[in-house]
């Protein structure tokens, strides 16, 4: 039975595990390092956040609050909709990004709190929302807790973006590369789902077929950046995600892109 399973804590075994969980000390340099290349890739990949945000249809006027912000990919183009949104974000150099597209856009309804999600108190850093959004942004190690604080906080709905399956296809052909020819389990959307379930909130679920652009300044940055998002730091290591970023990436209009194919996971629950 699903309700005999403790996905929450199978959540916290796997989170630990990942590169971008926080060790003692370590603050926010995982997402602080990463800010500009989301920048960058924000800037390509426009036409999905067309698409999410078709598939959000907010009523005009309504208050936002978006879980994990990142770079204003969605806050900023939701502020021209929404009366007011509110980006929790708790890295720096994402805010910083943030703050110049905001600024570029005209964009003067958006404030931000500067927390990570487990550390925002309701009613007292932020009230009630009409909406919740999460996009791609679940890494909370107590994720039961993550969840029931976006349906506290959401008036009229929720919806988390997350990814389904493995990830993108270059993920896993890397992973079993690097861990032996082992398919590694991804931290997907069934685990929300299924702590949604048992917290006896019953989610509408879609998947999505994505194709997107992964800008990178040049070869060595991307390594770099993909060697610390799979937790690789060996020499060696490095090298085989040379060898597959190298037959992978195209250089266009000066930028070093790699195409990437993934399934994601759009959950989505109105409040009862």
Not at 58 to 81: H, I, N
Not at 216 to 223: G, N
Request: hydrophobic letters at 40%.
């Amino acid at each position: 039975m699903i309700r005999d399973m403790d996905c929450n804590k199978l959540w916290m075994e796997k989170m630990r595990k990942t590169p971008w969980s926080r060790p003692q000390g370590s603050g926010f340099r995982f997402w602080d390092q990463r800010a500009r290349q989301l920048d960058m890739q924000r800037k390509w990949n426009q036409e999905i956040t067309t698409r999410i945000l078709t598939w959000l249809d907010l009523d005009p006027g309504c208050t936002v609050m978006d879980v994990g912000a990142g770079t204003g990919a969605l806050s900023v183009p939701l502020s021209k909709v929404a009366r007011h949104i509110t980006a929790v974000e708790p890295s720096e150099e994402m805010l910083f990004f943030m703050n110049k597209f905001a600024r570029e856009e005209g964009a003067t309804n958006i404030s931000c709190i500067g927390k990570p999600w487990e550390e925002v108190r309701p009613f007292e850093d932020v009230d009630e929302h009409d909406v919740v959004i999460a996009s791609h942004s679940l890494v909370m190690e107590d994720l039961k807790a993550a969840l029931a604080k976006m349906d506290l906080l959401a008036k009229r709905s929720v919806h988390i973006i997350t990814s389904a399956g493995a990830g993108h296809d270059c993920y896993q052909e890397l992973r079993k590369s690097l861990h032996d020819g082992e398919d590694r389990e991804g931290l997907d959307y069934v685990y929300p789902y299924n702590i949604l379930y048992e917290m006896d909130i019953y989610a509408d679920v879609e998947i999505w077929n994505v194709e997107y652009r992964r800008p990178f300044v040049c070869l060595d940055d991307a390594v770099e950046l993909w060697a610390g998002n799979l937790g690789a730091s060996s020499p060696d290591a490095k090298e085989i995600i040379r060898s597959y970023l190298s037959r992978w990436i195209v250089v266009e209009d000066g930028s070093y892109l790699l195409n990437s194919r993934s399934k994601w996971a759009l959950i989505s629950w109105t409040q009862r």
